[in-house]
């Protein structure tokens, strides 16, 4: 019953208080992400791009611990992808969203650092997670590294990352908590995420010289997915 009682004194306050609208100071208020020109027909060009599987790793993922190995790693043009799960990495700098009380598995250290060596900060910072390399696939193969531009795509949407961890060596499908925020996908560290339909591509020899310029990222990822579409156009 503390559900109602919280409700009707809610609603009475609500009735005595004014009517002006508190001011939000622009500093607290949350930053939008970079527009991404012609969103709908980018993604649904490099969806088209990742109908068929090229395999290029010489064995398979799991999405998860302790589940079967289902996912490959496939070849494009200059570019690698996968699809799979979306699990929420909050690691790197302690944030009021990502720290230890948030999230049981926290680490304050990550495979990466920004350009002026401090931590990332998985909150702000959209980034995916890559496999340690390992005999099933081994990224540097494919000039993939810190800062190797990516994009991500998730029910008709396509957002811009960089990479900026690395985890097991046989589990594929991580992501910041900012890159599940901008793809609509639940983040909370403890029980967010998504159980499939994510489909992430990396550029190859790809990078953002300072790997926390999202702007930048989202310059590159644009610019490398109109060439990625294009080509396949032109094969066509």
């Not at 079967?68 to 799960?85: E, F, H, M, Q, S």
Request: aromatic content about 6%; some cysteine; proline content about 7%.
């Amino acid at each position: 019953m503390r559900v109602q009682s919280l409700t009707l004194v809610a609603a009475s306050a609500a009735l005595l208080a004014p009517t002006t609208l508190p001011v939000v100071p622009v500093s607290h208020r949350p930053h939008p992400e970079p527009a991404a020109h012609g969103e709908s027909g980018t993604a649904a060009g490099l969806l088209a791009r990742t109908r068929h599987c090229a395999q290029i790793s010489h064995g398979r993922y799991r999405s998860d611990a302790g589940v079967r190995a289902t996912i490959p790693v496939c070849g494009l043009p200059g570019a690698v992808y996968w699809k799979a799960d979306l699990d929420i990495d909050c690691d790197g700098r302690p944030t009021r969203r990502c720290n230890r009380r948030t999230d049981p598995q926290f680490s304050p250290a990550a495979a990466y650092a920004q350009s002026d060596g401090r931590r990332l900060d998985a909150e702000h910072l959209p980034y995916i997670v890559l496999p340690a390399p390992s005999r099933v696939w081994d990224h540097r193969d494919h000039g993939l590294r810190g800062g190797s531009v990516a994009a991500v795509l998730y029910r008709g949407r396509v957002r811009y990352a960089v990479v900026g961890d690395t985890g097991p060596r046989d589990v594929i499908g991580e992501a910041s908590y900012a890159a599940a925020r901008r793809l609509g996908i639940p983040a909370d560290p403890r029980g967010g995420g998504v159980r499939s339909g994510v489909t992430y591509i990396v550029f190859e020899n790809s990078r953002v010289d300072r790997i926390e310029d999202h702007a930048e990222a989202v310059r590159q990822g644009e610019r490398l997915a109109r060439r990625l579409v294009g080509a396949s156009a032109r094969v066509r």
